[in-house]
């Protein structure tokens, strides 16, 4: 992706070049002047393309090799040493911790606000890039819920052998399989304590994210209703069923299944999007932050009632002081804009709303199967 942003700015820079080589051409021509040549057509701005397109396959289509990489990937982030001074010095030991604790900083604007959809987007090219780092090179895997809703409980995804691991047991809910025995050092909510990966599925709410309401939201007219029907339908119920790293809303993405819950998520917007793209690629809008008197679209109380009654705490000083700005890019507004700003505290550079819009504009560059 990265590779293909530079060649993007080195075909810019070339055409800008060529022309500037054609001027002092017919500057130094002697004589009288001859007749002029018709002009050359400027070299067309080639919109950044697509070489190649990551495929995102449902978990169950991936063959069992491509499966075992990118879990053997995830592992190997959730075992390598924090790099970002800023965040090991809130608590980050692995590059799994900084990848948390980039969703715990910023929780309280990614989150019932029109930035959830591009910042979840954005956060799962954050975490590609980070499966980079270790090696992996394939798409990231999208869990299809509409097959095992009513049924979590026996998706082969909670496979321990070829899946992400089952259901929490013991105290602590700790999931067997691929991620038994590692650490997370990020949640929950604002705090930070050392917690196995866990997870404790209910089937009573994991019928929610079935079919019907995922056309629900794919029937929506517009952003402004649809990012809604998403996040309040199938994202939270089946993030209500899973009840990823203590059920919490903050942290959640300790759990490595949150990014193929999160694929779902994401295809449902790029679904809906591709129902009318020349529309839709540039509809956004909602707030850029939560309201303090709304908070949490989905728990009743403002910001303040909700961090006690979740036991979520609220951000330290110190988390406060490396929160970037949710107006970045809207003009002062608290309306979230194309030109939004979405950061993700260092570990890749930052990206507008407007680069994320389109899953194969060049910024991003993949498909779902
Ligand atoms: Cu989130």
């Given at each position: 992706?990265?590779?293909?942003?530079?060649?993007?700015?080195?075909?810019?820079?070339?055409?800008?070049?060529?022309?500037?080589?054609?001027?002092?051409?017919?500057?130094?021509?002697?004589?009288?002047?001859?007749?002029?040549?018709?002009?050359?057509?400027?070299?067309?701005?080639?919109?950044?393309?697509?070489?190649?397109?990551?495929?995102?396959?449902?978990?169950?289509?991936?063959?069992?090799?491509?499966?075992?990489?990118?879990?053997?990937?995830?592992?190997?982030?959730?075992?390598?040493?924090?790099?970002?001074?800023?965040?090991?010095?809130?608590?980050?030991?692995?590059?799994?911790?900084?990848?948390?604790?980039?969703?715990?900083?910023?929780?309280?604007?990614?989150?019932?606000?029109?930035?959830?959809?591009?910042?979840?987007?954005?956060?799962?090219?954050?975490?590609?890039?980070?499966?980079?780092?270790?090696?992996?090179?394939?798409?990231?895997?999208?869990?299809?819920?509409?097959?095992?809703?009513?049924?979590?409980?026996?998706?082969?995804?909670?496979?321990?052998?070829?899946?992400?691991?089952?259901?929490?047991?013991?105290?602590?809910?700790?999931?067997?399989?691929?991620?038994?025995?590692?650490?997370?050092?990020?949640?929950?909510?604002?705090?930070?304590?050392?917690?196995?990966?866990?997870?404790?599925?209910?089937?009573?709410?994991?019928?929610?994210?079935?079919?019907?309401?995922v056309d629900e939201a794919l029937n929506q007219p517009d952003y402004?209703s649809a990012?809604?029907a998403i996040?309040?339908?199938?994202?939270?119920?089946?993030?209500?069923?899973?009840?990823?790293?203590?059920?919490?809303?903050?942290?959640?993405?300790?759990?490595?299944?949150?990014?193929?819950?999160?694929?779902?998520?994401?295809k449902m917007w790029w679904d809906w999007q591709a129902r009318n793209l020349s529309a839709r690629l540039t509809d956004?809008?909602?707030?850029?932050?939560?309201?303090?008197?709304?908070?949490?679209?989905?728990?009743?109380?403002?910001?303040?009632?909700?961090?006690?009654?979740?036991?979520?705490?609220?951000?330290?000083?110190?988390?406060?002081?490396?929160?970037?700005?949710?107006?970045?890019?809207?003009?002062?507004?608290?309306?979230?804009?194309?030109?939004?700003?979405?950061?993700?505290?260092?570990?890749?550079?930052?990206?507008?709303?407007?680069?994320?819009?389109d899953i194969?504009?060049?910024?991003?560059?993949?498909?779902y199967?």
């Open positions: 992706m990265v590779k293909l942003l530079q060649l993007g700015a080195l075909g810019l820079a070339l055409s800008g070049l060529s022309t500037a080589v054609a001027l002092p051409a017919d500057a130094t021509a002697a004589g009288p002047p001859a007749p002029a040549p018709p002009a050359p057509a400027p070299p067309k701005p080639k919109p950044p393309t697509c070489k190649g397109l990551t495929k995102r396959q449902e978990w169950r289509n991936m063959k069992r090799p491509d499966q075992q990489a990118y879990i053997k990937a995830q592992r190997c982030v959730m075992t390598s040493p924090a790099k970002l001074p800023k965040l090991k010095a809130l608590g980050a030991k692995t590059r799994w911790d900084e990848l948390v604790m980039l969703h715990q900083v910023e929780a309280l604007q990614i989150h019932s606000t029109g930035t959830f959809l591009p910042f979840h987007r954005y956060f799962l090219h954050v975490h590609q890039f980070l499966l980079g780092e270790c090696g992996y090179k394939g798409g990231l895997p999208w869990w299809n819920e509409p097959l095992d809703a009513g049924n979590f409980i026996n998706s082969p995804l909670l496979d321990p052998v070829n899946g992400f691991g089952g259901d929490g047991t013991g105290p602590g809910n700790c999931t067997n399989g691929p991620f038994a025995g590692l650490t997370v050092n990020i949640g929950p909510g604002f705090f930070n304590k050392p917690r196995c990966v866990n997870r404790k599925i209910n089937d009573f709410f994991s019928p929610l994210t079935n079919q019907t309401y402004a990012w809604v996040y309040m339908g199938p994202h939270l119920f089946g993030h209500i069923a899973l009840a990823m790293m203590d059920g919490n809303s903050i942290t959640s993405p300790g759990d490595p299944l949150f990014f193929t819950h999160h694929g779902f998520v994401d956004m809008n909602g707030p850029n932050a939560q309201s303090p008197d709304i908070g949490f679209l989905e728990f009743p109380g403002g910001i303040a009632e909700e961090a006690a009654e979740q036991g979520w705490g609220s951000p330290s000083p110190a988390m406060l002081a490396i929160t970037p700005d949710p107006k970045k890019g809207d003009n002062g507004g608290t309306e979230t804009t194309l030109n939004h700003v979405m950061s993700s505290l260092g570990i890749i550079p930052d990206a507008t709303v407007r680069d994320v819009m194969q504009g060049g910024y991003l560059c993949y498909q199967e």
